[in-house]
Structures are given as C-alpha cells and as structure tokens.
C-alpha cells in the first residue's frame, strides 16, 4: 500500500547527515538524491537499500513538520489517473498532474494533491506503459 515516506526537515545537510549515520547500521543508505533544479522547488534524498528508495528526508514547503508526504503504490497509470480524478473531486488542491517524473526513474508515472490537512499525498506506478494493467 505505502510505497514511500517523506518528511519536511528544518536543514536538509543536518538531517541528511543524521539519517546516514542513523540508518547505516539497519543496512540503508542513501538510494537517490534530487535537487531544486530537478524539481522545481524539492531538494531531498531517498534512503532503503540498494536501488529503491522508502524513506525520503527534504525541503521544499516552508514547513517542517508540515510537509509530509506519503506515496500509495498504483497497479497502473490509470489507477494514477483515477487517484488524482478523486483527489480533486473530494476537494484536495493539485499539487501535480498525471505524469511522467523521470528525474525520478524513466518509468515513475505519478500524481499529486494536497488533502485537507496539507499533507502532499501521492499515487504512482513504476511500470512501463505497456505493462499497465
């Protein structure tokens, strides 16, 4: 159900240096790194084990503790679709459209809104177009 988990932080270089050295010894480390250039406004890195990215630590909103971020596994890019569809129609504001993000990875197709509490919630599929159900 969960695919991933984000956290606002305070200072990006103080929390990426805690959370090196807090998870290195259950085995995680840091999978991916994005910048503001990538993204637009999110600077963070990803932490799991080798090739797959759980636990993200960023900044972005201005609002630590604020700024959680929680990602729901699709089975397919029109689930995606669907999420953000119902999303918008339940009365969460875009926070961006169905699409492809592939700073992430080539085939990270995901979607995004804010819910009622300000929580960035996300639905996203990492399979290839082709393979969508």
Avoid: K
């Avoid at 963070?44 to 596994?73: E, K």
Wanted: aromatic share 10%; hydrophobic share 40%.
């Amino acid at each position: 159900m969960i695919d991933h988990l984000g956290i606002e932080v305070a200072d990006y270089a103080r929390s990426r240096a805690f959370y090196e050295r807090v998870l290195a010894p259950l085995g995680y480390g840091i999978v991916m790194e994005v910048t503001r250039e990538m993204t637009g406004r999110y600077q963070g890195c990803g932490f799991g084990p080798p090739g797959r990215p759980h636990f993200w630590v960023g900044t972005g909103s201005g609002a630590p503790g604020r700024g959680s971020h929680i990602a729901f596994t699709a089975g397919s890019r029109a689930q995606v679709d669907a999420f953000h569809e119902a999303a918008l129609a339940a009365g969460a504001r875009d926070n961006g459209a169905p699409g492809l993000r592939a700073h992430y990875h080539p085939t990270y197709y995901g979607a995004f809104a804010i819910d009622p509490d300000g929580h960035n919630i996300e639905a996203v599929c990492h399979l290839p177009a082709d393979t969508d159900a």
